[in-house]
């Protein structure tokens, strides 16, 4: 069944037999748009495939980011930071409640994302380090299944969130990390899809057996630290011009190596921006200009294959 509430397009799926719902969205932030292909993807091929449970699909959150081919709405608030939202409040507002109400349906909650224009991303799964043993263990099981090569279990308590809005209801949630800057990058699309239906199969809603890779040949850090997975404040920028990078995302570096410069053409001058610490680089700025402060990548903290735990202060 397709529904239009309020004019907002999304898909429920339902099997023939009781189970779980899953809830799976994209588009949380207008200018992510291999997540949207997925989602209407997953939307035609899980159609009357479903063994059990039910599956409800959003590929677009955020239209009015979309329609301005923008991270943000016209009132410039991020959708990922003002969570769950005001049903009286301004469009991005709205739209946060809307589907915060969504969120607070579900058994489980996929949230779909990629770097956008400004950020290149490893593929990653990522979940709140919830406080609560049953849906951690949940959480972790969850990213496990979508079998991408970073697992990440980061800082609770941040506020706003679509994941804080699951938080707060005890609903297991993750949300995925893949791409970014400009084009089009099938893979990603290939990726969630591949990832949603194994997970999907780990939950029983699928007739098949689940195939998951092994969690050893992954990396998988769980990092309790305040703000761990806040990736705009990462590796702020010393200065102000253009970054020329010169590493990758799924590269390993060490701490001091250089990581890429900032030119400012007005001046002349160029700063080198160095590697904080070793590990693997997981994210990428790709827009080139930048200010003091902005974040020109992130290392995630591990140096090999296999789970660390990093304890908070």
């Given at each position: 069944?397709?529904?239009?509430?309020?004019?907002?397009?999304?898909?429920?799926?339902t099997?023939?037999?009781?189970?779980?719902?899953?809830?799976?969205?994209?588009?949380?932030?207008?200018?992510e748009?291999?997540?949207?292909l997925?989602?209407?993807?997953l939307?035609?091929?899980?159609?009357?495939?479903?063994?059990?449970?039910r599956?409800?699909?959003?590929?677009?959150?955020?239209?009015?980011a979309?329609?301005?081919?923008?991270?943000?709405?016209?009132?410039?608030l991020?959708?990922?930071?003002?969570?769950?939202?005001?049903?009286?409040?301004?469009?991005?507002?709205?739209?946060?409640?809307?589907?915060?109400?969504?969120i607070?349906?579900?058994?489980?909650?996929?949230?779909?994302h990629?770097?956008?224009?400004?950020?290149?991303?490893?593929?990653?799964?990522?979940?709140?380090?919830?406080?609560?043993?049953d849906?951690?263990?949940?959480?972790?099981?969850m990213?496990?299944?979508?079998?991408?090569p970073?697992?990440?279990g980061?800082?609770?308590?941040p506020?706003?969130?679509?994941?804080?809005?699951?938080?707060?209801a005890?609903?297991?949630?993750?949300?995925?990390e893949?791409?970014?800057g400009?084009?089009?990058?099938?893979?990603?699309?290939?990726?969630?899809?591949?990832?949603?239906?194994?997970?999907?199969?780990?939950?029983?809603?699928?007739?098949?057996?689940?195939?998951?890779?092994?969690?050893s040949?992954?990396?998988?850090?769980?990092d309790?630290?305040?703000?761990?997975?806040?990736?705009q404040?990462?590796?702020?920028?010393p200065?102000?011009?253009?970054?020329?990078?010169?590493?990758?995302p799924g590269?390993?570096?060490?701490?001091?190596?250089?990581?890429?410069?900032?030119?400012?053409?007005?001046s002349?001058?160029?700063?080198?921006?160095?590697?904080?610490?070793?590990?693997?680089?997981?994210?990428?700025?790709?827009v080139?200009?930048?200010?003091?402060g902005?974040?020109?990548?992130?290392?995630l903290p591990?140096?090999?294959?296999?789970?660390?735990?990093?304890?908070?202060?």
């Amino acid at each position: 069944m397709k529904e239009n509430t309020e004019n907002r397009f999304y898909k429920r799926l339902t099997g023939a037999l009781p189970g779980p719902h899953v809830l799976l969205t994209a588009g949380v932030h207008g200018d992510e748009y291999e997540p949207m292909l997925a989602a209407c993807a997953l939307m035609d091929e899980l159609a009357g495939k479903l063994a059990a449970g039910r599956v409800t699909i959003v590929p677009i959150v955020n239209e009015n980011a979309y329609e301005r081919t923008n991270r943000c709405g016209d009132d410039g608030l991020d959708l990922a930071r003002i969570c769950p939202g005001n049903p009286d409040g301004s469009v991005s507002e709205k739209t946060a409640d809307w589907i915060s109400a969504l969120i607070r349906e579900a058994d489980y909650y996929v949230d779909m994302h990629t770097g956008g224009l400004a950020y290149d991303i490893f593929p990653l799964a990522g979940y709140m380090l919830h406080p609560s043993p049953d849906v951690l263990e949940k959480q972790q099981q969850m990213a496990i299944s979508y079998n991408l090569p970073i697992v990440w279990g980061t800082d609770f308590r941040p506020n706003g969130r679509t994941l804080s809005v699951a938080r707060d209801a005890n609903i297991p949630a993750i949300y995925l990390e893949y791409g970014g800057g400009t084009g089009l990058r099938e893979p990603v699309v290939t990726a969630y899809k591949a990832g949603f239906l194994n997970m999907l199969k780990h939950l029983n809603l699928l007739d098949e057996a689940a195939e998951t890779q092994p969690i050893s040949e992954r990396f998988w850090v769980e990092d309790h630290r305040p703000d761990s997975g806040y990736l705009q404040a990462k590796m702020p920028s010393p200065a102000d011009g253009v970054f020329q990078a010169v590493i990758k995302p799924g590269e390993r570096v060490r701490a001091g190596q250089l990581w890429g410069r900032i030119i400012d053409p007005v001046s002349g001058t160029q700063t080198d921006v160095r590697a904080e610490a070793d590990g693997l680089a997981f994210l990428l700025r790709t827009v080139v200009k930048v200010k003091t402060g902005d974040a020109l990548g992130g290392i995630l903290p591990i140096d090999k294959p296999g789970k660390r735990i990093i304890h908070g202060d």
